[in-house]
């Protein structure tokens, strides 16, 4: 089992739609839960952090995390075209290290 | 955020050679981390830089092939050695920085630099 999850997609949504991207992991003391977008070519970018159960917002951008389910979410609303990239999904167990699922690419359509 | 930048961008590069990446950062970090990335793909791991200590490498990373430097707490380099065309990637630099809000410590990366081995 991966130890971060993610599905790869393509996942396509009209402009001005919501954009739902998952992630789930399997270390269950793990601590800190991040976004990363990655535009073609580019270095990931940080875009969302959480650290407890709950809802986080951020502009347009809202992270959820469900830490008795192992699972980690990202909601992106009134999606853009500029939102198409590839969405990575990291997590620190505890220690220094931060794990990175494979990601998921985001088309969104004009 | 930290500021982070590498040379060189871009490479190309003939099988048998190796190419030294530089990493430098606008403020003192602890821990430097270098991190390969093939076409499609995510993010491997390649080792841990500590300063004044040597670096921790990933499982299927050695360092022979990819001697690592950590002179001071805002430069590292990454050396590919004796590289061959599955050493092509885009090898990127990233830091822990201090944590936002009081939590824990977040990584930024580097731009990368593209490395194509013929």
């Given at each position: 089992q991966k130890e971060v999850e993610q599905n790869s997609g393509p996942l396509s949504v009209p402009e001005g739609a919501i954009a739902s991207l998952n992630c789930t992991y399997s270390d269950r003391g793990s601590q800190s839960f991040f976004w990363y977008r990655q535009y073609s070519g580019k270095s990931p970018e940080l875009i969302m952090f959480i650290y407890s159960n709950g809802d986080k917002e951020d502009g347009r951008f809202t992270a959820q995390l469900n830490k008795a389910s192992q699972y980690v979410s990202l909601l992106i609303r009134d999606s853009q075209p500029s939102d198409s990239a590839t969405y990575l999904c990291a997590v620190t167990p505890g220690g220094f290290k931060t794990i990175f699922g494979a990601g998921t690419r985001l088309f969104v359509k004009a | 955020s930290a500021v982070i930048s590498q040379k060189p961008s871009r490479d190309i590069c003939q099988r048998g050679t190796s190419l030294t990446i530089q990493c430098q950062v606008d403020s003192q970090v602890t821990m430097m981390f270098w991190y390969r990335q093939q076409p499609g793909q995510s993010l491997t791991l390649i080792a841990t830089a500590n300063q004044g200590s040597e670096a921790t490498y990933e499982s299927g990373f050695v360092i022979d092939k990819f001697p690592i430097s950590r002179p001071n707490?805002?430069?590292?380099?990454?050396?590919?050695?004796?590289?061959?065309?599955?050493?092509?990637?885009?090898?990127?630099?990233?830091?822990?920085?201090?944590?936002?809000?009081?939590?824990?410590?977040?990584?930024?990366?580097?731009?990368?630099?593209?490395?194509?081995?013929?």
């Open positions: - | 707490l805002t430069f590292s380099t990454l050396t590919v050695s004796n590289m061959s065309p599955e050493d092509s990637s885009i090898y990127l630099c990233s830091v822990d920085h201090p944590g936002l809000a009081g939590g824990t410590d977040t990584q930024y990366f580097g731009p990368g630099t593209r490395l194509t081995v013929l």
